[in-house]
């Protein structure tokens, strides 16, 4: 990391904005010109790689033959560093005036992070991660110019996974727990690993595309008994949107902004900030009733992901009031957001 005052050629540091496995984001001033700039820098570990420095100029080349008003202009290209536009923002905390889930993760002090995920499909089963450890890359097979080598390491649960596996199959849902080194990894776990991981475990779980709303809550039903079991600290993160219908890819860039105008359709958008309203009221039960006019907005994986979590926390029996982490907003016609389900003082279904 470089402290303030560092200087790259012309390029004075101010404070670090943020940081990835592609690169460190800086504020920074141009002493020239007397103007804030955004400097993207290289990791130190690829500075030295060739593929690497192709890849970062490829980036470069590719950000300044782009013009639209939502991606930042190219000001100037260094060895190992990208020096763009400032946009002025908000920050995640400055949005609902309430604190990002890795705080709440340190305040919880958990053991395990239960992560299912929307982008792992499973056809005849439910599959959860059983692995001792993980480690390697994840190139994105959806988007590999935006996600592309992201480093991954982090512990397992194979003695939680496999106990859900098997009170999975006794509850009637079959399920199958796996620790095949060639598994593949998908970035619905490593977005979350990556900004969110300290020292826990994790367990990913697959969602059935074939599932239906019983089957997911059955399997969250075996995952919360499996936790209780064992005693563990668990948070169980459903890693997935709300209604998800793309735009057609001619279309695609006229509805990128994050304004929830942009979503598929008005009917798409009024059912999604109903199941919000649901949630914040923790009204779990109705939201579970009313799956089948839901299911008509295209809820991404069946909304698996959604009722998955509910299983492990009570089922339609939960009460829990959700919290906004979030706006609720648009991602080329889909509708995203985050909510945070914090478990009241009488109980999950108090």
């Given at each position: 990391?470089?402290?303030?005052?560092?200087?790259?050629?012309?390029?004075?540091?101010?404070?670090?904005?943020?940081?990835?496995?592609?690169?460190?984001?800086?504020?920074?001033?141009?002493?020239?010109?007397?103007?804030?700039?955004?400097?993207?820098?290289?990791?130190?570990?690829?500075?030295?790689?060739?593929?690497?420095?192709?890849?970062?100029?490829?980036?470069?080349?590719?950000?300044?033959?782009?013009?639209?008003?939502?991606?930042?202009?190219?000001?100037d290209v260094g060895p190992n560093y990208l020096v763009m536009e400032f946009v002025d923002g908000r920050l995640l905390t400055e949005l609902r005036g309430t604190r990002v889930p890795g705080e709440v993760f340190d305040r919880l002090d958990v053991d395990t992070i239960v992560i299912i995920d929307s982008h792992w499909a499973s056809t005849v089963e439910h599959i959860l991660s059983a692995h001792e450890r993980r480690a390697g890359r994840m190139t994105s097979s959806e988007l590999p110019r935006g996600m592309a080598g992201i480093p991954y390491d982090y512990a397992g649960d194979p003695e939680l996974a496999r106990l859900a596996?098997?009170?999975?199959?006794?509850?009637?849902?079959?399920?199958?727990?796996?620790?095949?080194?060639?598994?593949?990894?998908?970035?619905?776990?490593?977005?979350?690993?990556?900004?969110?991981?300290?020292?826990?475990?994790?367990?990913?779980?697959?969602?059935?595309?074939?599932?239906?709303?019983?089957?997911?809550?059955?399997?969250?039903?075996?995952?919360?008994?499996?936790?209780?079991?064992?005693?563990?600290?668990?948070?169980?993160?459903?890693?997935?949107?709300?209604?998800?219908?793309?735009?057609?890819?001619?279309?695609?860039?006229?509805?990128?902004?994050?304004?929830?105008?942009?979503?598929?359709?008005?009917?798409?958008?009024?059912?999604?900030?109903?199941?919000?309203?649901?949630?914040?009221?923790?009204?779990?039960?109705?939201?579970?009733?009313?799956?089948?006019?839901?299911?008509?907005?295209?809820?991404?994986?069946?909304?698996?992901?959604?009722?998955?979590?509910?299983?492990?926390?009570?089922?339609?029996?939960?009460?829990?009031?959700?919290?906004?982490?979030?706006?609720?907003?648009?991602?080329?016609?889909?509708?995203?957001?985050?909510?945070?389900?914090?478990?009241?003082?009488?109980?999950?279904?108090?």
């Amino acid at each position: 990391m470089l402290g303030p005052g560092v200087r790259l050629g012309p390029y004075e540091i101010v404070s670090i904005l943020g940081a990835g496995g592609m690169g460190q984001i800086y504020r920074a001033r141009d002493v020239r010109l007397d103007r804030t700039v955004a400097i993207k820098l290289l990791p130190e570990e690829f500075s030295g790689r060739a593929d690497r420095r192709q890849r970062f100029h490829h980036e470069a080349r590719l950000i300044s033959a782009l013009n639209h008003p939502h991606i930042c202009s190219l000001y100037d290209v260094g060895p190992n560093y990208l020096v763009m536009e400032f946009v002025d923002g908000r920050l995640l905390t400055e949005l609902r005036g309430t604190r990002v889930p890795g705080e709440v993760f340190d305040r919880l002090d958990v053991d395990t992070i239960v992560i299912i995920d929307s982008h792992w499909a499973s056809t005849v089963e439910h599959i959860l991660s059983a692995h001792e450890r993980r480690a390697g890359r994840m190139t994105s097979s959806e988007l590999p110019r935006g996600m592309a080598g992201i480093p991954y390491d982090y512990a397992g649960d194979p003695e939680l996974a496999r106990l859900a596996a098997r009170l999975g199959d006794e509850l009637g849902t079959p399920t199958h727990a796996t620790d095949d080194e060639y598994l593949p990894v998908y970035y619905a776990t490593i977005n979350l690993v990556h900004y969110l991981h300290d020292d826990e475990g994790v367990v990913s779980v697959s969602l059935v595309q074939t599932g239906e709303p019983d089957d997911f809550l059955t399997m969250g039903e075996a995952i919360g008994e499996a936790v209780a079991r064992l005693d563990r600290r668990v948070i169980v993160l459903a890693s997935g949107g709300m209604s998800h219908t793309f735009w057609p890819l001619s279309q695609i860039t006229k509805h990128e902004a994050s304004d929830p105008i942009h979503i598929f359709t008005p009917e798409a958008r009024a059912a999604d900030e109903k199941r919000l309203e649901l949630m914040e009221a923790g009204e779990h039960r109705r939201i579970v009733e009313t799956m089948g006019e839901y299911m008509e907005h295209n809820p991404e994986g069946g909304f698996g992901h959604y009722l998955m979590m509910l299983g492990t926390v009570g089922g339609a029996d939960c009460t829990a009031p959700g919290v906004l982490y979030s706006d609720y907003e648009n991602a080329t016609g889909t509708g995203q957001v985050h909510v945070w389900f914090e478990r009241p003082p009488g109980g999950w279904a108090a």
